[in-house]
């Protein structure tokens, strides 16, 4: 190479091995490299090479490009790796320090995970599995399955949040109830044998485009399904007092079934609950009046048969309730929009202290720790 050449080359490494941060490196890099740089400057001076002394110089200009190419990746890369490690030890927490007092007591549980908790663990109690599917549904599962045939009006009336369809295929959407995971959890069973009988609740999160005081465009609701041979509607209807009364923390709650429609259960009922209004306050399990808080019916022979169920031999109930709906009325929140707001304050006043697991030996929503955790 020559001397011209070498001394570019010492110069540029010694400048590489002096850049601090990627700043200084990138600067040595656009000054050797770059457009106008020294190196691409020495490429140049090829062109106006005789033929011999271009074969020379060619791939020894070349070589020198790709070196310092290399030098300066491995540069970047040792100067990543410390700025990494300056950060990790810099961002050190010491697990052995005792905890800030009353951190326990900071963070809370919203009252639709709470109640979502109280449902998952009375419906175990009495022998239910929690099943799940995904937000993001296919029409078959959401519409087709559950009897409602294309351009059914039921299609329209659950305001459905569709997506952009793809190319070869129809579009997905936001679940417009959690009764897709009936038939879901279904197929699933009959893959891995673990039913029929099926005994399941399914909560989660569904969508419609709808918003006011009682509706937000996402909103909670829990699914029932109950699969077996004799299963008949006194066993909903004592399913859901039994749930009720558990859920409330009350002795007794009287039920009533209002005659309705549902394309995936035959006969369909609305399910209301007793209460008495007193002024502004609700009371649940007493009085006169009803409160509706969902739907349920006898499922329907054609959803089974979607499922792969052989109706000749089985039969059940599903039910779908509003676990936002639940959770007003028990924790006594009036709006629901200011559930999904994210106010600190609000989830201070309705929420609920983390270490207080609901169960049903202990107390669903005992409150003590919550109680104590106002006062500070
Ligand atoms: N999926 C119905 C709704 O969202 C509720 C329902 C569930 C009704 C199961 C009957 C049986 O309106």
């Known amino acids: 190479m020559s001397a011209e050449a070498e001394k570019l080359r010492n110069e540029i490494i ?114 239910f599995d929690v099943a799940e599917g995904p937000d ?12 409602i045939p294309d351009a059914h009006p039921a299609r329209q009336m659950h305001d459905t949040f569709y997506m952009q369809a793809e190319e070869d295929g129809e579009a997905l959407l936001l679940r417009t109830h959690t009764s897709p995971v009936q038939v879901r959890t279904m197929q699933d069973g009959q893959k891995d044998k673990s039913g029929p009988p099926f005994r399941f609740i399914a909560p989660g999160r569904t969508y419609r485009c709808d918003s006011d ?69 609700l009371v649940v399990g007493e009085g006169n009046d009803w409160m509706e808080i969902g739907g349920s019916g006898m499922v329907n022979p054609h959803v089974l048969r979607h499922a792969g169920i052989d109706t000749e031999k089985y039969q059940g109930f599903a039910f779908g309730m509003g676990i936002d709906r639940l959770a007003m009325l028990k924790y006594g929140a009036p709006d629901l929009r200011s559930f999904f707001e994210a106010d600190l304050r609000w989830l201070k006043h309705y929420g609920f202290v983390p270490i207080d697991v609901p169960g049903l030996a202990a107390g669903l929503s005992d409150k003590s720790l919550a109680a104590l955790s106002a006062d500070k």
């Open 136 to 147: 993001i549904e296919s029409q078959f599962y959401n519409f087709t399955a559950l009897n």
């Open 14 to 127: 010694a400048a590489i091995d002096a850049a601090q941060d990627m700043r200084a490196l990138e600067d040595v890099r656009v000054a050797a490299l770059g457009k106008k740089g020294s190196v691409s400057a020495l490429l140049k001076t090829l062109g106006g090479m005789s033929n011999e002394e271009r074969q020379i110089n060619g791939p020894l200009f070349n070589a020198l490009r790709d070196k310092l190419t290399e030098a300066i990746q491995a540069k970047k890369a040792a100067l990543d790796s410390a700025a990494l490690n300056a950060r990790l030890s810099e961002e050190t927490l010491d697990m052995t320090l005792p905890i800030a007092p009353d951190a326990q007591f900071q963070g809370r549980i919203h009252p639709v995970s709470q109640a979502m908790e109280e449902i998952n663990a009375i419906f175990a109690d009495m022998g």
């Open 213 to 281: 005081q009682t509706h937000t465009p996402m909103f909670h609701q829990v699914e029932g399904l109950v699969v077996d041979a004799t299963t008949h509607m006194g066993h909903l209807k004592h399913t859901l007092e039994a749930f009720l009364a558990a859920f409330f923390e009350v002795e007794n709650i009287a039920i009533r079934f209002r005659p309705s429609y549902f394309p995936f259960t035959e006969p369909s009922m609305e399910i209301d609950m007793q209460c008495h209004r007193d002024g502004d306050k």
